[in-house]
């Protein structure tokens, strides 16, 4: 994503950081005090995690995080009144899931807890510039002169720093964390199949700096972990957001002519890439633009890029993980409109990927309209359960 698209993307969702004034002192803002998660979407947690495990012992999916602490955790994290990316995107998967699945079809599945990452972890693939400025937001420094914290430096800027930069900070450990447990669980051989329903996305966080709407890059961190702790041969990261990743696409094309052998990412995207700049395209980086037709593609478009051009390559690579950078905002009715996947849509494509019997992590990114999202995550779970 060059710099011109970058600034699209913050204009069309009104982040207005033009309205963030340096001059502002911290003391005269107030503390940001977090809304705690619904007591509802808490019965329904507990409710998840106190089934015997027994009962579960046949399901081969996994959804993590179910306990309330991570989910908490992130829940309270938001960028401000009026942002597209709230916290109910993700109590509203959980309702929905709940009511669709778990009690409709007596579905189950293993629900797995969260965790948050280390330092260590996030230096897999983010340089020490970058994790310095994380840390400051941690501390609730101000970081509005830090380039790679810009992003998280406009988040509830009508409040104290202070009180904001620590629970953002949190959000961002427990999506990566809870990633990368379920990474793991799948290696160990607990699960074929994981859902991450974690925010802030992270596919356009780079190396050195974070991206529009994201935090760490969970997706890319989740590839180094697999291929560097946990001694998997190979990981493809296939990202499916409506938007070039960007960042996953610099971290994967800059690691080393030795080890690229070992990773490949594919991104299909129609938005914020037929503009874009990049020259030193990586030859471990596929990058599948389907802004160039004359109408918004649907599924017949991304279903005939899969059939001809996806699944091919996944083949071709002989990967022995997938970890899907799953933005559900291609979809029909979406905020910004640049595609028409329909829940079918995504159904079809999850369960072309389940028949290649590879394991498959899905790791939330993009989808804003609450509708569109629940249904597709929805499909997207009953490819993976043979609904």
């Known amino acids: 994503m060059n710099d011109e698209d970058a600034q699209d993307f913050i204009d069309f969702f009104d982040i207005a950081q033009s309205s963030v004034n340096a001059t502002v002192s911290v003391e005269r803002k107030s503390d940001y005090r977090p809304i705690s998660l619904p007591s509802s979407i808490s019965e329904i947690l507990k409710t998840w995690t106190s089934t015997p495990s027994a009962a579960l012992a046949s399901s081969r999916v996994g959804i ?80 509005d002169d830090v380039m790679s914290m810009r992003t998280l430096s406009y988040a509830n800027a009508n409040y104290n720093f202070k009180s904001v930069g620590p629970i953002i900070a949190r959000a961002c450990r427990i999506a990566a964390g809870t990633t990368l447990d379920l990474v793991s669980s799948i290696v160990r051989g607990e699960i074929d199949f994981g859902i ?36 998997v041969p190979r990981v493809l990261i296939l990202d499916w957001d409506v938007h070039r990743s960007g960042g996953t696409e610099e971290i994967i094309g800059r690691i080393s002519n030795d080890d690229q052998q070992k990773y490949r990412l594919i991104d299909i995207y129609a938005a914020f890439g037929k503009n874009s700049s990049s020259t030193n395209r990586s030859s471990n980086c596929y990058l599948i633009d389907l802004s160039q037709n004359d109408q918004l593609p ?20 002989s990967a022995s993980l997938i970890v899907i950078s799953a933005g559900f905002d291609a979809a029909k009715d979406e905020a910004e409109e640049c595609a028409r996947l329909t829940p079918n849509g995504f159904f079809r494509m999850s369960n072309k990927l389940k028949k290649l019997n590879i394991p498959l992590v899905f790791v939330l990114e993009g989808g804003y309209r609450e509708q569109s999202l629940v249904q597709s995550i929805g499909a997207t779970l009953k490819a993976l359960m043979d609904l």
């Not at 840390?135 to 970081?143: K, W």
């Not at 802030?200 to 760490?216: E, I, N, R």
């Not at 017949?300 to 071709?316: A, G, N, R, S």
């Open 196 to 231: 991450a329903l974690v925010r802030p996305a992270g596919h356009h966080s780079s190396t050195d700096q974070v991206g529009t709407f994201c935090g760490l890059n969970s997706v890319a961190i989740a590839a180094m972990y697999a291929i560097q702790i946990l001694e």
């Open 298 to 317: 649907g599924d017949e478009e991304y279903l005939e890029t899969f059939d001809i051009k996806v699944l091919p390559d996944i083949v071709q690579f």
């Open 64 to 143: 993590a995080p179910c306990d309330f602490i991570s989910f908490n955790g992130m829940f309270e994290h938001t960028w401000g009144e009026g942002h597209v990316e709230q916290p109910r995107r993700l109590t509203s998967i959980i309702d929905y899931l709940h009511k669709n699945f778990w009690l409709d079809h007596q579905s189950r599945w293993k629900c797995l807890s969260g965790r948050t990452i280390t330092d260590e972890e996030i230096r897999l693939v983010h340089s020490d510039t970058f994790l310095s400025g994380f840390l400051a937001v941690e501390r609730g420094e101000i970081v």
